[in-house]
Every structure is written in structure tokens, then in C-alpha cells.
T-cell receptor
Framework: GDSVTQTEGPVTLSEGTSLTVNCSYE??????LFWYVQYPGEGPQLLFK?????EKGSSRGFEATYNKEATSFHLQKASVQESDSAVYYC?????????????FGKGTHLHVLP | EAAVTQSPRNKVAVTGGKVTLSCNQT?????MYWYRQDTGHGLRLIHY???????EKGDIPDGYKASRPSQENFSLILELATPSQTSVYFC???????????????FGAGTRLSVL
């Protein structure tokens, strides 16, 4: 079945350093890939999504490229800020195989130190 | 204003008691979901619904029931609560688009449930 595997946390960085959170997926179809972010005390919210292979998504300085050949969707940011401290979830959906299911990774907890 | 609202935000229950978690959405989405979030497991799907009157089992449905009486409302019911069901529960609505693979979820703020 479909699955998503991402960097296990927690990840602790100093402000101004770069971030990479690895995400790999397994599916037999052509999914849309997502990154969600969850701030303390809130529910997850969409960071951005990419529906097509070989395209890039971005938001708030974060970006990821849908790499179909490598089945990867790594999240990157050049310079993190303390306000980026949150849990990040990689996810996929494929309504052509299952109209309703969204598969999430286990989440990566990011701590950014001032 | 919040489009997915959960109530209560916090709940303490006794083992063997009945617990009902409520969710209301104003997104007019057909699909609604219940997840639980636990350290080391991330988000796990309990039940989902693709419209009023429908409920479907997710990946971990044992011990839970769901009810979707209307487009806007989706409840999660624990008939006999156990300590293993202590967790944070999230409701979400989804804008699944037939013909594409896109299904973006919109989450509520969560309900923290403790079963003693």
C-alpha cells in the first residue's frame, strides 16, 4: 500500500542555519504531494502542495521538488527562524486510487534556537 | 473565523464511560475525517466520511464509532473508553477533486482526551 517516510526528529537547529527534512514515498500511481505544518496548540495546516512530478512548491521560504524518479519530496529552507519551530508532516493523496485517503508521514519536530 | 471547529477542546473521562467528540465545518466539503495524534505515530486515520449519512473505517477504527448526520457535522464516539485512547484527536474536512489526485485537508484545533 501507499506509504510516506520522513526524517525522524526532533531536529534542533540554530537560527540562520539551513534545513532539510527528507521525505520518501511509495505508491503505484501519480499522487499529489503535500507538506503540512503544525504549530504548538494548533491543528496541522497546509504549507504547500505539488500535484505534478518535476515541479516545485514553496511557501514562507520553504520549498520542495516533486522527484518522481527518486520518489522523494524533501523540504528545504535556506535560513530558519525561531518562529519556524513546529512539526512538519509530509503527505500524499491520490484520488484516482482512493478518493478520500490522505497518507501522512510520522512528522518531524523542528526546534530552532535563538 | 475557524472553518473546522471541534468541541470540547479538553476532556477527562473515566474508563468504561462514553465519550462523544464533535466536529463542525463551514467549508461545505463532502469529506470529513477523524485522526488521532500520538508521539512516534504521527497522524493516524480512525474514521472518515464522504457525505451525510456515510461513515467508513480508517486504519485504526477499533473501539471507535462515527456519525455524520449532516454535511456540517461529524462525531467520534467512544462507547467504552479505555486509557489507551488517551490522545489528541483532530477532525478535518477535505476538498477532494474528482479527476485529479488533490485532496487538501483543513484541520480543527484538536481535542485533548484523557481517559483515567
Amino acid at each position: 500500500g501507499d506509504s510516506v517516510t520522513q526524517t525522524e526528529g526532533p531536529v534542533t537547529l540554530s537560527e540562520g542555519t539551513s534545513l532539510t527534512v527528507n521525505c520518501s514515498y511509495e505508491t503505484k500511481q501519480y499522487p499529489t504531494l503535500f507538506w503540512y505544518v503544525q504549530y504548538p496548540g494548533e491543528g496541522p495546516q497546509l504549507l504547500f502542495k505539488v500535484p505534478k512530478a518535476n515541479e516545485k512548491g514553496s511557501s514562507r521560504g520553504f520549498e520542495a521538488t516533486y522527484n518522481k524518479e527518486a520518489t522523494s519530496f524533501h523540504l528545504q529552507k535556506a535560513s530558519v527562524q525561531e518562529s519556524d519551530s513546529a512539526v512538519y508532516y509530509c503527505a500524499l493523496s491520490d484520488t484516482r486510487t482512493n478518493a478520500y485517503k490522505v497518507i501522512f508521514g510520522k512528522g518531524t519536530h523542528l526546534h530552532v534556537l535563538p | 473565523e475557524a472553518a473546522v471547529t471541534q468541541s470540547p477542546r479538553n476532556k477527562v473521562a473515566v474508563t468504561g464511560g462514553k465519550v462523544t467528540l464533535s466536529c463542525n465545518q463551514t467549508n461545505n466539503h463532502n469529506n470529513m475525517y477523524w485522526y488521532r495524534q500520538d508521539t512516534g505515530h504521527g497522524l493516524r486515520l480512525i474514521h472518515y466520511s464522504y457525505g451525510a449519512g456515510s461513515t467508513e473505517k480508517g486504519d485504526i477504527p477499533d473501539g471507535y464509532k462515527a456519525s455524520r448526520p449532516s454535511q456540517e457535522n461529524f462525531s467520534l464516539i467512544l462507547e467504552l473508553a479505555t486509557p489507551s485512547q488517551t490522545s489528541v484527536y483532530f477532525c478535518a474536512s477535505g476538498d477532494a477533486d474528482w479527476g485529479t489526485s488533490q485532496n487538501t485537508l483543513y484541520f480543527g484545533a484538536g481535542t485533548r482526551l484523557s481517559v483515567l
